[in-house]
């Protein structure tokens, strides 16, 4: 059993899932573009005795609209409010750009111990929706750093599925813009060799939003320059949205196609989770 603290304003915002017997873990769960506090992921966290922060992290009270100009400083907030919760190992789990905040959160917070990046991009993107002052033109990026924008690779819109295309794939998009803008791609990389804690990456090569197989690879291939490494959980059906054993599978939204189909999401999610629960620090240590 659970409590579950509903966090409706201020500098922490989402929900706060306590287990009844914590075991010292604390978890902050991300998601991406849909804008959602995924309570379902953070209850199953919690049922392994983790402390579990379902980070909202944009849309809310005082926050930008859109996925434009997001404080880095949020998610340390957030690291903040499980260490007050008492929680001394750190977690950090996202999906999509949910996966790109983790993985930068965690490049300036040496306080997490582990990152699970689902369906990761290697780069910082411009910003998806409006800021705070309401626009979302001229691009900007997606992310700040102590009010400085992170360097970000620009959308090629000449990619861009066609107006009321149904389930519009933006795969090509995101791929095309790789090679138009790739002078741009040194600066707007996130760079994961100054991340120290364990990373997990879990991706579908049928990912239809954007490449995040591909991504994930980039992202080894920079961690093996500088003598590291992560582990690689991938499914060559799966899309972009894996779904781990017992969560509610949900359609992709009528804007954006996911790709995959829902066995193969459904089969990774499972081997994605297995993975965790391997190296998940729940006694003070992965798992032998």
């Known amino acids: 059993m659970s409590s579950i603290e ?13 287990p009844d017997t914590p075991n010292g873990l604390g978890v902050m769960v991300l998601t991406g573009s849909s804008g959602r506090v995924d ?11 983790a402390t579990t922060l379902a ?3 944009w849309g809310g009270e005082g926050q930008p609209p859109g996925i434009n100009l997001v404080p880095l400083e949020t998610f340390v907030r957030g690291v903040d409010r499980l260490q007050a919760e008492g929680c001394d190992r750190i977690v950090l789990l996202g999906t999509s ?6 993985l930068l959160a965690a490049v300036r917070d040496p306080r997490v111990g ?4 689902i369906s990761p991009s290697a780069e ?9 002052d309401g626009s979302a033109w001229p691009p900007r990026s997606s992310f700040t750093w102590a009010g400085t924008p992170l360097p970000f690779v620009t959308w090629d819109p000449r990619a861009w599925p066609p107006f009321g295309t149904r389930d519009p794939i933006f795969r090509p998009m995101y791929e095309l813009s790789l090679r138009t803008f790739a002078d741009d791609l040194p600066a707007a990389a996130i760079p994961v060799e100054d991340v120290r804690a364990e990373i997990i990456l879990v ?5 239809a939003l954007w490449p995040s197989d591909t991504a994930a690879r980039r992202i080894i291939e920079r961690l093996e320059l500088h003598g590291r490494t992560a582990t690689l959980v991938e499914h060559p059906d799966a899309g972009h949205s894996p779904v781990f054993p017992g969560e509610t599978q949900r359609p992709a939204p009528p804007e954006r196609a996911w790709g995959g189909t829902p066995g193969a999401d459904r089969e990774l999610g499972a081997l994605a989770w ?15």
């Open 6 to 18: 509903r966090l409706a304003s201020g500098d922490v915002q989402g929900a706060l899932v306590r």
């Open 39 to 49: 309570l379902e992921r953070a209850e199953r966290f919690s049922a392994l005795g």
């Open 55 to 57: 980070l909202r992290w």
């Open 97 to 102: 750009f949910g996966a790109t905040a983790a």
């Open 114 to 117: 582990q990152v699970i990046a």
């Open 124 to 132: 910082v993107w411009q910003n998806n929706g409006p800021g705070l």
């Open 203 to 207: 991706a579908g090569k049928a990912d």
């Open 274 to 288: 297995d993975v965790i629960l391997l190296r998940l620090p729940v006694d003070g240590g992965p798992h032998a």
